[in-house]
Each structure stands twice: as C-alpha cells, then as structure tokens.
C-alpha cells in the first residue's frame, strides 16, 4: 500500500489518501492533533517520516502559479487551496501570488468526490470579495466510457455548475491537456510575469511538463515578451 498526506494546520488535522491493490480508495483514517495527544479514532498503527520540504512551499512567491495533480497528486494542492480557504475566512486577502491555475488530471470520475466540497467552498468565497478570478479551475476526465455520464453531460453543457465536480464556472474538460498550447496562452496573458509550475503525479506525465515549459519558453523569448515559466516537481 501507499500512503500520502496532507496537513491543515489552520485546524489540526492530518487527512491520508490510500492506495490499495492499484485503486486509489480514502479510508477512514482521519487523524485530530489534540493537545493531550493522538485521537482514538485512529484504527491501525502508521509510522510517519518527515516532515520535508516540497516543491509547493514556494507556490505563493510566484507572480503566477499553475499546480497540476495528477490522481493522488492533487493532495498537496488540497493543503495549498484549504490554506486560501481558510486565510480568506479570517480576511486574509494577501496570498502574494497574483493568479492561480489549479489542474486536476483523472480517468475515473468519482475521484473528483475527494475534493470538489473544498473547491466549491473556496469559489464561493472568492465570489464574496469579487476575487473570482484569482483561481481558476481546470479538471480533465482522460476516460470517459459511461454512456450516462456522456448524455447527462451533453444535455447540461449550457449550465453554469458543472454536471460531474458541481463547481460552478470550472467545466470539467474531457482527454488530456495540450501543455505546450495551454502554457503558451498563460504565458502570452501574462506578460513580463515568472510563473510557477508546480506537478505532483507520475513521472511520465512530469518529464511531458518539463518539455513543454522549456518549449514555450524558447518561444516566449523569441516574443520578447519577458514572461519565464519554472518548472517544480515531486513524483510519486
């Protein structure tokens, strides 16, 4: 089995995602930090190593960041956008980053169940301080073979809220991103910006991320447009 975590330390809670016999599950193995201790809720015994620094401490020092989670991946965006949610709750509107675009890469659509009620939340907050658009969310479905799925979603593609994460104003996109052409407008919009490309993901799909930040920016600079993207990585 493998295990991955995110720490919210605005509340004390450690949430683990499980990997289990090649299916990603989330099982009941939430841990609350008290004061006097561990909770009893905590059913089996787990070792911890770490804490170490990740790439996605350095999010917020960009003028623009794009965090891509691909699966499980998405666990340390889940930190990073909880922390937003929670900094805008206590009226903390000062997160140094400028824009955020946050993608989230799955084949099976009930991955998106693990997170979406964080994103809705953080949305809607962004909506009261008239901050929508700060972040901007772009899911991709890379399989998408459930007849339903595909004429429910055909049937509701003029709504607002999205049919399959309910995230109203973030379409959910069906295939896989075309990199190079989605760098390349991110980077041409904003000019004379250092952004920030943060992965968390297989390292194949890591190695197609490089290639495309290095391909747009030699194309940037022909341009002339002062805009560099930096590539960051952690690979499980």
Avoid at 85 to 99: D, E, I
């Amino acid at each position: 089995e493998h295990y991955t975590l995110y720490n919210l330390h605005y509340t004390g809670v450690t949430m683990y995602f499980i990997e289990e016999l090649g299916k990603l599950i989330k099982k009941n193995a939430m841990m609350k930090t008290k004061k006097q201790g561990i909770n009893t809720e905590l059913q089996f015994k787990m070792a911890v190593d770490g804490p170490y620094g990740t790439p996605s401490d350095d999010i917020f020092k960009y003028d623009v960041s794009i965090c891509i989670g691909a699966g499980v991946g998405c666990t340390p965006y889940c930190s990073i956008l909880k922390s937003v949610w929670y900094k805008l709750k206590s009226g903390n509107h000062n997160f140094g980053c400028k824009k955020m675009y946050f993608y989230w890469v799955v084949s099976d659509e009930k991955v998106f169940s693990w997170f979406t009620d964080v994103l809705k939340l953080i949305v809607e907050e962004l909506d009261k301080i008239d901050a929508s658009d700060f972040l901007e969310i772009r899911p991709y479905l890379t399989r998408f073979n459930n007849r339903d799925l595909i004429e429910n979603v055909a049937l509701t593609a003029d709504e607002l809220t999205d049919n399959i994460t309910k995230i109203p104003g973030h379409k959910t996109n069906f295939g896989r991103p075309n990199w190079n052409a989605d760098f390349m407008d991110i980077g041409t919009r904003n000019p004379g910006k250092d952004i920030g490309i943060f992965f968390c993901g297989p390292a194949v799909l890591s190695e197609a991320l490089d290639k495309a930040s290095t391909t747009v920016n030699a194309q940037l600079e022909e341009e002339n447009l002062g805009t560099m993207f930096f590539y960051n990585k952690e690979n499980f």
